[in-house]
């Protein structure tokens, strides 16, 4: 302890003066809870663990960093996307979550987790979490491969070790999945990785995964109010198993918001326009589900719940998923540099669903399609 006071004195003297000035000013304006034991108290944060003890306590909304992808979102200027993303921290939204393949995502979190170290005290440091992917393609994976691509992540976001690594395999046929995973276990045993994680994973293959003995915390997979497959199956294996669940799409890239509500898409020019590749794609989710009509029966719901308790549709959406089985975290995409909604994302957290608001959403969502039943499971969208 004495040890670890001294280290703090020392990095505070090394500061300049600009530089204590904002770590003073960042403790005055902080409103959020400091330590994790209150955090957790207070429905922020989640603990996701493998069975072999490895674990990792992650903001139970995470930003998801799609967005920086591609310029069809906007595009922000590197400065600007790290201040929004200082300010996020700041506001109690720590939590990241990217992948290699995701632009320049993996340095822009360099560049942040660097400012943070210089600018900001010990303990937002701790509580910053960088959940990164790696979705390479299906080809021979040698250890020095899965390596090579493991240290290309650590030297992006400039981090001794990767705290989460959700990986993703586009092809079963191919049953290369399990040795990557075995080498990403071994790297993880070796320090540079904290906690081993799935991405699009179906059922089945999790359960062989877990069987080959790979620690898995979590499985990253899409889930929405109009999205229901993971309640299915995969809950019933994450219950036994421990694993959890961190889900995207949960506002099916803004769908699930005022801004669509009482529009009519299908009619040209005369709603908002499906001008993102998110939009795009769960739009695609809604028409497979029960289409747009349904959809706005939907959206008339979710605003009479969002009325009755202050809050945007969009927060209605988050919390509603929150509550589901064995889920840990969800995403909400964040336009770094470019938009904000740090304090409509914050009050999920204080929102609380009551049976009625509960029972009157899911009565929405049954109403469409099983999506199990023309998708197939978990991830099956990326491999028809």
């Known amino acids: ?226 999205d229901m497959r993971p309640q299915q199956r995969m809950t019933e294996l994450c219950q036994l198993t421990g694993v959890k669940l961190i889900t995207y799409g949960t506002v099916m890239g803004g769908l699930l918001s005022e801004k669509f509500l009482d529009t009519n898409v299908s009619i040209p020019f005369a709603g908002p326009p499906l001008n993102t590749p998110s939009l795009q794609k769960y739009k695609r989710m809604v028409d497979a589900w029960g289409g747009w009509s349904l959809f706005q029966t939907l959206l008339q719901t979710l605003k009479k719940v969002s009325l009755k308790h202050g809050v945007p549709i969009a927060t209605v959406a988050v919390r509603y998923i929150l509550n589901q089985t064995s889920v840990a975290g969800s995403m909400v995409g964040v336009r770094l540099g470019l938009s904000e909604h740090i304090k409509d994302t914050n009050s999920i957290f204080s929102l609380e669903l009551d049976e009625e608001d509960m029972n009157s959403i899911t009565e929405v969502s049954k109403k469409g399609r099983n999506l199990m039943d023309i998708i197939g499971d978990c991830g099956d969208e990326y491999r028809a």
């Not at 992948?99 to 600018?119: C, K, Q, S, W």
């Not at 049953?175 to 276990?185: E, R, S």
């Not at 320090?191 to 990253?220: C, H, M, W, Y």
């Open 1 to 226: 302890m004495a040890a670890a006071a001294t280290s703090c004195l020392v990095l505070s003297a090394r500061l300049t003066p600009a530089a204590r000035s904002r770590r003073r000013c960042w403790h005055r304006r902080r409103q959020v809870p400091r330590c994790a034991a209150a955090a957790a108290a207070d429905g922020r944060t989640a603990t996701v663990q493998s069975k072999a003890g490895d674990a990792l306590e992650v903001c139970r909304v995470v930003n998801g960093m799609w967005q920086v992808s591609g310029a069809s979102w906007g595009r922000a200027e590197p400065a600007a996307a790290v201040d929004a993303m200082l300010r996020y921290a700041d506001g109690g939204l720590a939590t990241f979550d990217m992948a290699d393949i995701y632009g320049p995502a993996e340095d822009l979190y360099g560049m942040f987790i660097n400012r943070v170290r210089r600018e900001r005290p010990p303990e937002l440091l701790e509580e910053i979490k960088g959940l990164t992917k790696w979705v390479p393609p299906p080809v021979k994976m040698t250890r020095s491969y899965v390596e090579d691509n493991i240290n290309r992540s650590r030297k992006r976001m400039d981090v001794a070790a990767l705290d989460m690594l959700q990986f993703h395999w586009w092809d079963y046929s191919n049953p290369g999945y399990l040795d990557a995973l075995k080498h990403i276990t071994d790297l993880k045993e070796e320090g540079k990785i904290k906690t081993v994680a799935l991405t699009n994973f179906d059922t089945d293959r999790l359960q062989i995964i877990l069987e080959n003995e790979i620690p898995v915390v979590s499985n990253q997979v899409q889930h929405s109010i109009v």
